[in-house]
């Protein structure tokens, strides 16, 4: 039987939303083994001026658990 564990992250990027979310896996795998998943839970942009500066997500990641 195999275990998986989901974890909440947050991450952000000057890019895009899709860079934030690299970004949250990237960061996870640095110390999480087997990903199976991310999920965005919630996006959100920062403005400052009438000008996006800044692309957050709230993700769930999920892994297998190793026995």
Sequence with gaps: MKLVKVI?????SEKGFTEATQNAVTEAAKTLKNIK?????????????NEIV??????KISFE???
């Design 54 to 59: 800044s692309y957050g997500i709230t993700a």
């Design 65 to 67: 658990i190793e026995k």
């Design 37 to 49: 998943s991310v999920y965005v839970k919630n996006m959100n942009a920062k403005v400052e001026n």
């Design 8 to 12: 909440e992250v947050i991450a952000t």
